[in-house]
């Protein structure tokens, strides 16, 4: 068992959970498969590595593949927020709005949902927020 199989085993892993998902943002506490929530955030952190120049184990071509084949996403707050607003994607579809309760079991969208409001609000006065108009 070397680093090479490991890689191209998680890489596998990675493309089922987007097959299933629609996207590649595992989230950290991903219970299904805690070895890949692990492998994703390894391999932001060896891509943070490499862009500083220094020693990284994420070679060109497994970076190119995934970015190429899974639309890989290397700023982790970047992930977090897409992985947010997909859960939100997701409350929308099965309830028909946005209005995520303060009572919804994961404690983490409402939270996030108020949050964006709040920076919205910022935005639209002009005011200093995490918002942009993307």
Not at 23 to 44: G, I, M, S, T
Not at 76 to 87: D, G, I, N, T
Request: charged share 25%.
């Amino acid at each position: 068992w070397n680093h090479a199989s490991q890689w191209s085993e998680r890489f596998q892993e990675l493309a089922i959970f987007r097959q299933h998902h629609g996207h590649c943002l595992v989230p950290y506490d991903f219970p299904e498969n805690q070895q890949l929530a692990q492998w994703v955030k390894r391999q932001r952190y060896q891509h943070k590595l490499k862009q500083m120049g220094r020693h990284s184990t994420l070679t060109d071509e497994r970076e190119a593949a995934l970015v190429e084949a899974m639309g890989f996403t290397w700023d982790s707050h970047k992930a977090a927020w897409e992985e947010r607003f997909h859960f939100l994607c997701d409350f929308y579809e099965r309830q028909g709005h946005s209005n995520v309760p303060s009572s919804f079991p994961d404690k983490t969208l409402p939270i996030w949902v108020k949050c964006q409001r709040r920076q919205y609000k910022l935005y639209a006065k002009g005011e200093q927020s995490t918002m942009t108009a993307e």
